[in-house]
C-alpha cells in the first residue's frame, strides 16, 4: 500500500472515529458528559442538604425507589428501598448522631447516555468527633431523574474519643 493511501486510511479513520465517539475528539466538550455530571451533582447537593437537614426521607429521595435498589457497607448488603431507609434510620436514630455531611473528590463517569459511576468521599463532623470514607454510586437515569440503584459506601477513618 502507498503512503498515500495508508495516509489516506488513516485520516479517513480518525475522522469516523471523532464523528462515532464525540467524546474522544481532542479539544471538544461533551454536552452529554456534561449535562449527567451537572444533573448528578444536582442529586447529590439535594442529598447532602437533607442530610444536613436531619431529613433521612429527603435524603433518600436520591435513591431508586424500588426492591431492586441495594446498599453495601461493612454490615452487608441492603436490598430494597424501604430497607434501605431503615437501615439508615437505625444507624442514625436522631439529628445529633448524623452530624454535618460533606462530599469530596467527587469523579462522575459516564457509562452510557442513562448510567453513570459515582466516586467520592464523605465526612461527617459529629458533636464526638470525625468520621469519613469513600464511596462508589451506580447511577440510572430514570423518567424522573437520575437516581442511585446501587450504593457501596465504606468507612475509612473514625476519629471519635
Known sequence: MSRIATLTLSYLGITILSLVCPALSIGQANP??????????A??????TAWNAG?????MQGYWKSP???????????RGWEAVLARYERVYPNRASMGHLDFSEVEIRPLSDSAALVLGKWHLTLS?????????????RFP????????????????LP
Open 32 to 41: 452529554l458528559v456534561e449535562r449527567q455530571t451537572s444533573e448528578i451533582t
Open 43 to 48: 442529586v447529590l447537593t439535594q442529598q447532602q
Open 55 to 59: 431529613d433521612i426521607p429527603g435524603f
Open 68 to 78: 431492586q435498589v441495594s446498599f453495601s457497607g461493612s454490615s452487608g448488603v441492603s
Open 128 to 140: 464526638n468527633g470525625e468520621m469519613g470514607g469513600v464511596f462508589s454510586l451506580v447511577f440510572q
Open 144 to 159: 424522573e431523574g437520575w437516581k442511585i440503584i446501587h450504593d457501596h459506601t465504606s468507612l475509612v477513618d473514625k476519629k
